[in-house]
């Protein structure tokens, strides 16, 4: 079954899922016979393909899938604090930032994940939380046939025939674009200030402010824009089909973002948790994934699909020999709600 045609049936699984994780909270003590793996709600099917139901096999562990947004999960993360119901949490970085701040994840010891010492140096934790399991680059999405030439810097969104979009600061791409607009227009990327100085100069010509990936390709595909910053596993499946987008990596700012995987403080299945995040680190799991779901491996040992490197280039191996950096994650977490109200107010205004 295609991607586009699992749609129905991966949405139906992660309801089911999400209310088998709900149903099994009330009651989880000591739980090593299940592992509850709190995850974003989409390609659900392709993700028990390739990591859950080969990790049931190999340790007699049940997997269920309780999904959701960053947001959400992590509120029902702190609500469920003091008696937690989730095992092990697939996170974006920024969101894993302020979840460790609250105390809601352990620290990993490398010696029980023995598949960290085969990942990307970027992608270790420098605070000593889980790891990057996987990673997306910003850059610039672009209608390959209206627009001449591959844009090279951020200052081309300006010019873009055609008309651009933005993202909203509430999705993944908002607080990186800020970031690299802070540097490429001021003093580096924990200068925001600079970043949202320059992005309020952008915002009034914005046709749109997107939040979903699903509408910003479909603007892309559409032809409704020819531009947009935006992630670079956005533009696999619009390539992938033949759609006449593409993507541009600009010479400066260059800052990535990416998904970890974090055990939750006091899980009922801790050991259960350790054994998953290992897992899915292997180099082979890693290419399976990175098959199935757009995910760029951060495995030394394992190999993107000819897809990123076609998207992507060099660095979809390795994005920091290419320049890409996280950027201030700290920043970030502690300044989101702020960030939120300043987009609003200088940006989408």
């Not at 659900?44 to 999960?73: H, S, Y």
């Not at 973002?257 to 259960?272: D, H, I, K, M, S």
């Not at 990123?308 to 020999?321: H, K, Q, R, T």
Request: overall charge negative; aromatic content about 8%.
């Amino acid at each position: 079954m295609s991607r586009a045609g699992r749609g129905a049936a991966v949405l139906a699984g992660a309801v089911a899922l999400a209310s088998a994780a709900s149903s099994c909270a009330a009651v989880r003590e000591d739980d090593t016979g299940t592992l509850v793996v709190s995850t974003f709600a989409f390609a659900t099917e392709e993700f028990m393909e390739v990591v859950g139901e080969p990790f049931e096999e190999e340790t007699g562990i049940e997997v269920v899938l309780d999904t959701g947004t960053n947001a959400g999960r992590l509120t029902k993360l702190r609500i469920n604090k003091e008696a937690p119901d989730t095992d092990v949490v697939l996170i974006s970085d920024y969101y894993a930032r302020i979840g460790a701040n609250m105390g809601l994840f352990a620290e990993v010891d490398p010696a029980d994940v023995p598949a960290m010492e085969g990942i990307q140096p970027w992608a270790a934790d420098p605070e000593g939380y889980g790891p990057a399991y996987t990673f997306q680059l910003l850059g610039m999405l672009y209608r390959t046939d209206m627009v001449p030439e591959p844009p090279d810097s951020w200052d081309d969104l300006g010019a873009a025939p055609g008309g651009y979009a933005l993202p909203d600061i509430s999705v993944s791409a908002g607080p990186m674009l800020v970031l690299a607009a802070g540097e490429r227009y001021g003093s580096g990327p924990s200068d925001p200030d600079a970043g949202f100085e320059a992005l309020a100069v952008r915002g009034p010509g914005a046709l749109q402010f997107y939040t979903r990936s699903t509408e910003l390709t479909s603007l892309l595909e559409r032809g409704e824009v020819a531009m947009a910053p935006g992630l670079d596993n956005f533009a696999m499946g619009s390539v992938e089909a033949g759609q006449p987008v593409g993507f541009a990596v600009p010479d400066e700012g260059r800052v990535m973002t990416a998904n970890t995987v974090q055990v939750v403080r006091g899980a009922p299945n801790e050991a259960g948790a350790l054994a998953f995040a290992d897992f899915l680190l292997r180099p082979e799991v890693q290419e399976g994934i990175a098959e199935a779901m757009y995910d760029k491996p951060v495995a030394v040992e394992a190999e993107p699909t000819p897809l990123m490197e076609e998207v992507s280039g060099e660095a979809a191996s390795d994005p920091a020999g290419s320049g890409y950096h996280q950027g201030d994650l700290e920043m970030i977490a502690r300044e989101r709600s702020a960030w939120l109200d300043r987009f609003t107010e200088e940006v989408a205004r």
